[in-house]
């Protein structure tokens, strides 16, 4: 990727608004979008990738102004990584996730905590990786006087190598309360393995971690107070929240696959040489998928901002936030994203009808954006998206607070 970022960034004023940190993010795609493909098949640590964001500012969009941060909402959040995920959904992963974990002390810690780590990560651009996949045995957290211990491994650390920090998870030996801690990303005992080869996301470094006897003070479990959790409803919230940046890098994807295929078809496809027609633009087969596929991508695009709309209003009065209005929410939550892994698939697959033959071509890259979506959304089973929605309907049924759900 060219290290060339535009001088504005360092020269002139940070973005305000967040129309002016959406554009910002288009910028910081288009610095993307010129090797894309290339990086793609590499498929190399994305060191490079991770200081655009840094020297975009967008890493600090959700930290305190007071600070050095952006001091935007996760409407806006969720729309620039969308924007990003249309150049590399790699890094639009990335992105998304660093804004999760950025953000994991206020959804679980005490004020105290959070005030600090978002301090502390806005001034210093802090880019954050986690180590939490529930999938795994849980690691043990054992206590050692004023510190605790985290002993075990998981099989995914999205975001590893290139991160500033982690938010590691264990389990309190003894109990069945789970830890959450912020430590350095070359902490002694921590390490990030190369065993990442999948067909997709190949740039997230989501690679698994080994945790020996990595240590933290027991200050830093998030919401402890005298080594007791204070539990609050809003705590739960972290998986609809991180759900909707699932749906918004998804539909990122899909707009890039649609843009990128419809250049193709401007520029580069050749009409079908027995339907009577000049050019591949005029083909009423072409036109018809082109409509079909953007009008559903819009349609799921509204309902995504609109249901982020309807987050940002709990996450704006986090104490007031009760198990029914949680429950509601991942309702909502759990219906788009249904939709936008169906669409998102549908619009990777299909562009290949409308560029043709040619356009499979390797140096063309367009397989990417299908090998993405795809490989992301089996994170957790759709159908089981689709009945937390069922149920609601039928029964009034809300969603159990689980890890997916």
Do not use: C
């Not at 990086?39 to 964001?53: F, M, N, S």
């Amino acid at each position: 990727m060219s290290t060339t970022t535009p001088t504005d960034w360092k020269t002139g004023p940070a973005p305000r608004t967040a129309q002016e940190w959406i554009a910002r993010a288009g910028e910081v795609a288009a610095v993307l979008a010129t090797d894309a493909p290339e990086r793609d098949r590499v498929g190399a640590t994305p060191y490079a990738e991770i200081q655009l964001l840094k020297d975009s500012g967008l890493v600090t969009l959700l930290g305190p102004t007071e600070h050095g941060g952006g001091g935007q909402d996760w409407l806006t959040a969720y729309r620039v990584v969308r924007e990003v995920a249309k150049a590399d959904g790699s890094i639009g992963q990335l992105l998304g996730y660093h804004y999760l974990w950025n953000r994991a002390a206020r959804l679980v810690g005490t004020r105290e905590q959070w005030e600090h780590v978002e301090a502390e990560a806005a001034r210093g651009r802090w880019f954050f990786g986690g180590a939490v996949n529930p999938r795994d045995k849980d690691v043990v957290v054992t206590e050692d006087g004023d510190d605790l211990v985290f002993t075990g491994r998981k099989s995914f650390s999205t975001g590893s190598k290139v991160s500033d920090v982690t938010v590691l998870e264990g389990v309190l030996e003894g109990t069945d309360s789970h830890v959450f801690a912020i430590v350095p990303s070359d902490s002694d005992g921590l390490s990030f393995h190369d065993d990442w080869d999948n067909i997709g996301q190949r740039l997230t470094e989501s690679g698994g971690v080994t945790l020996d006897g990595v240590r933290t003070p027991w200050s830093s479990a998030a919401g402890y107070v005298d080594k007791e959790f204070r539990p609050r409803t809003y705590n739960t919230l972290n998986v609809p929240t991180i759900q909707l940046v699932f749906v918004n890098f998804y539909l990122g994807i899909a707009a890039g696959a649609l843009e990128t295929a419809a250049t193709y078809t401007r520029t580069k496809s050749r009409s079908w040489l027995h339907g009577g027609h000049e050019r591949a633009v005029d083909e009423p087969y072409v036109i018809d998928v082109y409509g079909d596929l953007t009008a559903k991508l819009w349609a799921v695009e509204a309902l995504a901002d609109t249901v982020a709309a309807e987050g940002q209003r709990l996450h704006d009065d986090p104490d007031a936030v009760t198990e029914k209005a949680r429950g509601d929410f991942e309702v909502r939550v759990a219906a788009v994203k249904a939709r936008a892994t169906d669409v998102a698939l549908e619009i990777a697959n299909r562009v290949f009808e409308v560029t043709g033959a040619r356009s499979t071509a390797t140096s063309e890259g367009l397989d990417r954006f299908w090998r993405n979506i795809r490989t992301h959304t089996l994170h957790d089973p759709v159908a089981y998206k689709r009945r937390e929605v069922g149920r609601w309907v039928l029964e009034g049924e809300l969603p159990e607070p689980t890890w997916y759900s």
